[in-house]
């Protein structure tokens, strides 16, 4: 007869990273957080500094290790999709945020929810009308006579 108390310790899976979603506008982020010392993010399997190389961007993305103080101490892996690069760079702070959150909520969520890290930002293209000179809000020109 096994142990099944044994058996239920050998079937668990140890889980160490952490898994959540960013979006913004039509951008997605899925974000694999693990708690290492390299601190290496990869996006798409590239590391961010190949996709992103502006010093602003840069910022950008670092901003919540930077929030929580813990630059450099964590590992990503990001895959991204559709989207510009600032919705795509919206898309990754929002959901390395969610992913600090959920790996320590009682320090690390009151300090991104103040920079509002953690809120989705809901702003979305508008669609484009018939009779508008093809944008959402443009008109066509009236003939004056």
Known sequence: MINSEKVKVANKKKINFIFTTGRRKEAVARVRLW???????????????????????????????????????????????????????????????????????????????????LTRDSREKESRKYGHAGKARKRKQSPKR
């Open 35 to 117: 708690l290492e010392k390299n601190g290496i993010v990869f996006i798409n399997e590239k590391p961010i500094e190949e996709v992103f190389k502006s010093p602003l961007q840069k910022k950008i993305y670092e901003e919540p290790f930077r929030v929580v103080d813990r630059l450099g101490q964590f590992s990503a892996s990001i895959k991204l999709r559709c989207g510009g690069e600032s919705a795509q760079l919206g898309a990754i702070v929002h959901g390395v945020s969610r992913a600090l959150a959920l790996f320590d909520s009682e320090t690390f969520r009151p300090a991104l929810s103040k920079y509002k890290f």
